[in-house]
């Protein structure tokens, strides 16, 4: 502390560091960043993987399929393409609403591991890392659930 005058003042530093010391003063924020997380990795899919995807598939594009038969040997491959597709755009949208956040985590989450690991992982860990990320960031989303503000929330009620 430092005295100045008759007024006791506490440092700048100190007065963050009795801030940062009580967890309690951001807990009511929770519910917003678990929103601000949802929203965010579902539009950064939705927007950077699942609408290019659907652009190249309506537009008569068949590397993805091409890919899924060529590298995983799948059988119908259009059909595994047109799932990602759906999963990345459809699912998405359900995340960012959050609408069955839980089990839209884990189906983007998957897919998105499954594409890392399958396809990119020759490309190196450059390639795979925002991958693995987002990977990650679905695993705590289906574990922490949608948050206060969510459309699920809305259905079941207070919980």
């Given at each position: 502390m430092?005295?100045?005058?008759n007024?006791?003042?506490?440092?700048?530093?100190?007065?963050?560091?009795?801030?940062?010391?009580?967890?309690?003063?951001?807990?009511?924020?929770?519910?917003?960043?678990?929103m601000?997380?949802?929203?965010?990795?579902?539009?950064?899919v939705?927007l950077?993987?699942?609408?290019?995807?659907?652009?190249?598939?309506?537009?008569?594009?068949?590397?993805l399929?091409?890919a899924?038969e060529q590298?995983?040997?799948?059988?119908?491959?259009?059909?595994?393409?047109?799932?990602?597709?759906v999963?990345?755009?459809?699912?998405?949208?359900?995340?960012?609403?959050g609408?069955?956040?839980r089990?839209?985590?884990?189906?983007?989450g998957?897919?998105?591991?499954?594409?890392?690991l399958?396809?990119?992982?020759v490309d190196?860990y450059?390639?795979?890392?925002a991958?693995?990320?987002?990977?990650?960031?679905?695993?705590?989303?289906?574990?922490?659930?949608p948050g206060?503000?969510?459309i699920?929330?809305?259905?079941?009620?207070?919980q």
């Amino acid at each position: 502390m430092i005295r100045g005058g008759n007024a006791v003042k506490t440092s700048f530093i100190q007065q963050l560091m009795d801030f940062m010391k009580s967890s309690s003063n951001l807990d009511h924020l929770l519910p917003v960043g678990i929103m601000i997380l949802r929203v965010c990795v579902g539009i950064g899919v939705l927007l950077g993987h699942g609408l290019p995807k659907l652009q190249e598939m309506l537009g008569g594009n068949t590397d993805l399929a091409l890919a899924i038969e060529q590298r995983l040997g799948f059988p119908y491959p259009n059909f595994f393409a047109w799932l990602v597709v759906v999963i990345q755009v459809f699912v998405s949208l359900l995340l960012i609403l959050g609408l069955w956040t839980r089990p839209s985590a884990i189906l983007i989450g998957f897919t998105i591991a499954y594409g890392v690991l399958n396809f990119h992982w020759v490309d190196g860990y450059y390639r795979m890392e925002a991958g693995l990320l987002y990977s990650l960031v679905f695993v705590i989303i289906a574990i922490s659930g949608p948050g206060r503000v969510s459309i699920d929330r809305l259905i079941r009620g207070k919980q």
